[in-house]
């Protein structure tokens, strides 16, 4: 059964800069597997403006955006983004509101953001983090000891 994955920019940036190759594997067995790749169109911004910042090539970055269904930025999203309660910077609330109107038990918010990874837990929302090979930070999904490996959250 194909899952639907709501993924933020935190992913897509080891997916395509090549930083995680945990984050790359789970990547490719999502779209091996037939799965429904969503993000929001702040997904794309982010990690064109983080590639273009730096000097780097899109070519990449534009083939893995081609993947996802990109979900619109709108007024109702930004009001929608504003009445979460959760603690969560600004473009986190906008991720979290688009993946909220997919509906809680219908979509897996996929962070290596911890801060996001909370708030959108406390809404409901399942989450994981495939970047398991990051040395340096650790994204501790709440009601996990260690993070949560992309394989546990497939049905």
Same mark, same amino acid.
């Given at each position: 059964m194909a899952e639907c994955w709501y993924?933020? @920019?935190s992913v897509v940036l080891r997916v395509v800069r090549e930083g995680s190759p945990a984050a790359r594997a789970w990547f490719d067995g999502a779209?091996? !597997?037939?799965? @429904?790749l969503v993000a929001s169109r702040l997904m794309a911004v982010e990690v064109v403006r983080v590639l273009r910042n730096n000097g780097l090539s899109l070519t990449t970055a534009l083939d893995v955006i081609g993947r996802f269904v990109l979900t619109s930025l709108d007024d109702a999203l930004a009001d929608e983004a504003m009445a979460?309660? !959760?603690?969560?910077?600004g473009a986190d609330s906008l +991720?979290?509101?688009s993946a909220l109107r997919l509906g809680v038990g219908h979509v897996v918010?996929?962070? +290596?953001d911890a801060q996001m990874a909370?708030?959108? @837990? !406390?809404l409901g929302l399942a989450v994981i983090d495939p970047v398991t090979d990051d040395p340096y930070h650790a994204c501790v999904v709440p009601g @996990?000891?260690?993070?949560?490996d992309a394989g546990q959250a497939r049905r």
């Open positions: 993924v933020d @920019s779209l091996a !597997a037939g799965d @429904s979460i309660k !959760a603690r969560l910077g +991720h979290v509101a918010i996929v962070t +290596h909370q708030g959108a @837990s !406390a @996990s000891a260690t993070g949560v």
